[in-house]
């Protein structure tokens, strides 16, 4: 093998003198070289694997209306990750920034935590607060455009159920603001402008968009 030819090799060039020493140098790469090239491999690693996996299901998948779906190119990378600008200083409800940067520009698989919005006493007090008649709109945490409003054609404590059940906000097709919003083929639920939000995980009711928190925490634009 290899390494049992660099050891004869090296013992011989030892006891030679050195012009000798240099052709067995020379010799030794021109016998390794061959070698090398012919055992080097390409080997998956699990984000090949992973993206090989979504692709396959993405080729299958398309969501019913009125969901409406979006190209990858969406996503594609932009001056700030996959958004032209970052988040906003000021998000609501006092969330991460830091987190809600990362998630919502550098990411396309991951998520704050499970439960995350029940540790937001600022976001939980509106809700508290909000009227029966009224709902609330979530926002864009990069460019401020509506997304979402809950809750449409339920209750605010359904909502509120729903999400706990499921570890984050979730809203249904009646409450998502389809001018601002797009799901790719794999679920991944996203903005027009290329902020990730979080995915699309149907349930027996129909589609149901499981978000960040810190993706819509968005103060409006004018």
């Known amino acids: 093998n290899v390494f049992v030819i660099l ?7 030892i006891t030679e003198e050195p012009i000798r020493r240099y052709q ?32 396959t299901m993405s080729a299958a998948q398309k969501y019913p209306a009125p969901a409406v779906m979006g190209p990858e190119s969406i996503m594609s990378k932009k001056a700030h990750g996959t958004s032209a600008t970052p988040v906003q200083e000021n998000l609501r409800w006092n969330v991460d920034r830091s987190v809600a940067d990362r998630i919502c520009n550098f990411n396309r698989h991951y998520a704050e935590h499970s439960g995350y919005f029940k540790t937001v006493p600022e976001f939980l007090n509106e809700t508290n607060d909000t009227p029966a008649d009224k709902e609330i709109t979530f926002y864009d945490s990069n460019t401020g455009k509506p997304l979402f409003y809950a809750p449409r054609g339920r209750t605010m404590e359904q909502f509120i159920k729903e999400s706990r059940n499921h570890g984050w906000p979730s809203f249904r097709d009646d409450e998502v603001e389809w001018k601002n919003v797009r799901v790719l083929m794999n679920g991944e639920t996203v903005s ?31």
């Open 24 to 55: 067995l140098k020379s010799t030794a790469a021109l016998i390794i070289a061959p070698l090398i090239k012919k055992s080097t491999k390409v080997i998956p690693t699990a984000n090949n694997k992973s993206q090989t996996n979504t692709n």
């Open 7 to 13: 050891s004869v090799l090296t013992a011989q060039a």
């Open 192 to 222: 027009v402008d290329g902020t990730h939000l979080g995915h699309n995980l149907p349930d027996r009711k129909g589609s149901r968009y499981c978000i960040n928190l810190v993706c819509v925490a968005g103060n409006p634009t004018k």
